[in-house]
């Protein structure tokens, strides 16, 4: 993801992304978990940056792309430095380039846990060894940090305008269900009407990238209140990830893939989640792979750059 974020808390009401079967939706509400905490998360082997001047993307060639304008304040995710024409570069998506002079890299943020332990604790998975390891490493294709760019061909195929929500959600569902039955846990299930409210919480994401509004509420929160979905606890992880590429296993760098796809997407997201996430101190993977987790609900959109945002929401 070349960022992503987590955000738990545990209350007593809570709304939730879509009402999933495994929901006991009449049940009393409890009164003493009130959460006031909450704790961010970045991906360690992510860079982020932040456009500091209005400019355009360039290709490979180091020609600016027509109709590409980068605001200044835009986050995007990025895939390596390269040199173009003796002049550096980031890469930021299929053959798309932003001047490293009008970028500035967004340190991660530690985790920050203010959740007060006598009213809420995070839970933690008891199973053993769950920080397995990936049983299929891909091979990257190219050095992505290379002097010279080379890109893979593309076909009609491969434009992020073929990205489909429908195979993002399957792929992310059936591997996230596969890591937790390798570990002796509970499938999850995806739950159509959560989906619908995390994609209209995930359409935010390009403008705010962030787990909370500008008088720091909890978003997904208020749109699970609004939806009255209920829950005694709430998560949710959020993530970009630049499509036409996937994760190399071995070195946890993004390289570009022979094929993209909705899949590989969601591939490369839960990848991280679960097995790059060492920064903050596995909180996505904890959070994935909850032993009480019950119901989810996905979420993405395309944003700026072909890079593709997206929000799990994970309830028990």
Request: net charge positive; charged share 25%; with cysteine.
């Amino acid at each position: 993801m070349r960022k992503s974020k987590c955000r738990q808390a545990l209350t007593a009401l809570v709304a939730i992304t879509s009402l999933g079967s495994c929901l006991a939706l009449n049940a009393e509400p409890s009164e003493a978990k009130k959460v006031t905490g909450r704790t961010e998360l970045t991906v360690p082997a992510a860079k982020i940056g932040r456009i500091t001047k209005k400019t355009s993307l360039y290709n490979g060639k180091g020609r600016k792309i027509k109709k590409s304008t980068l605001k200044k304040g835009e986050k995007l995710a990025l895939v390596g430095k390269v040199k173009i024409n003796k002049k550096k570069y980031y890469r930021v998506g299929y053959n798309k380039y932003v001047l490293a002079k009008y970028v500035t890299i967004i340190k991660p943020t530690p985790q920050q846990d203010t959740t007060n332990p006598s009213t809420s604790t995070p839970v933690t998975p008891t199973t053993p060894n769950t920080n397995k390891t990936p049983k299929t490493p891909t091979t990257p294709n190219t050095n992505a940090t290379s002097e010279t760019p080379k890109t893979p061909s593309k076909s009609k195929d491969d434009a992020v305008s073929n990205f489909s929500i429908s195979d993002f959600r399957k792929a992310f569902l059936d591997g996230l269900n596969a890591e937790r039955a390798d570990r002796g846990l509970s499938p999850v299930t995806e739950d159509s009407h959560y989906d619908e409210v995390v994609q209209e919480r995930t359409k935010l994401l390009p403008n705010n990238f962030s787990h909370f509004d500008s008088n720091n509420k909890f978003i997904l929160e208020k749109f699970f209140e609004d939806a009255n979905i209920k829950s005694a606890s709430v998560a949710e992880c959020i993530a970009m990830f630049p499509w036409g590429f996937s994760v190399d296993h071995s070195t946890n760098d993004l390289v570009p893939a022979k094929n993209a796809s909705s899949a590989l997407v969601a591939q490369g997201m839960l990848y991280e989640y679960i097995y790059n996430d060492a920064a903050s101190n596995w909180g996505h993977r904890d959070i994935l792979l909850n032993p009480k987790d019950k119901t989810i609900g996905l979420g993405a959109v395309i944003g700026q750059s072909d890079q593709i945002f997206s929000s799990v929401g994970v309830t028990y």
